[in-house]
């Protein structure tokens, strides 16, 4: 087993995002997950991502206030503890249309090659 304390957690850049702050909750360290990573971006008023997309999925939950997502022409609002999956190769825009910070939890599988 892998403990990492919240305190712990390191900050990492994504690519194609603004008015966030992503911290590696899990991944890419020994001893830690073998097939993905889980991160928890923290999106500031207005914030967001995309539009673009990645060769591998990634699942989206929202811990704390809202995420309008908008895939394949249709916008969708998570609320807390809502959830969803964007596909392989599916172009994706997330925006943080409120005035209020979202956190969510980001799982995304390892890219080729890439080794914990």
């Not at 969708?76 to 994706?92: F, H, M, N, W």
Request: net charge negative.
């Amino acid at each position: 087993m892998l403990v990492k304390r919240f305190a712990d957690a390191k900050p990492y850049e994504a690519p194609n995002h603004r008015g966030v702050v992503g911290l590696r909750l899990q991944g890419f360290e020994s001893g830690g997950p073998e097939n993905q990573w889980v991160g928890l971006s923290q999106f500031l008023p207005w914030g967001g991502a995309g539009p673009d997309s990645t060769p591998f999925e990634k699942v989206y939950v929202v811990l704390e206030g809202q995420m309008t997502v908008i895939a394949n022409g249709i916008e969708t609002v998570l609320q807390k503890y809502d959830s969803c999956t964007i596909a392989p190769g599916e172009v994706r825009e997330i925006v943080n249309r409120t005035n209020h910070v979202c956190s969510m939890l980001v799982v995304i599988p390892y890219p080729a090659g890439a080794t914990s």
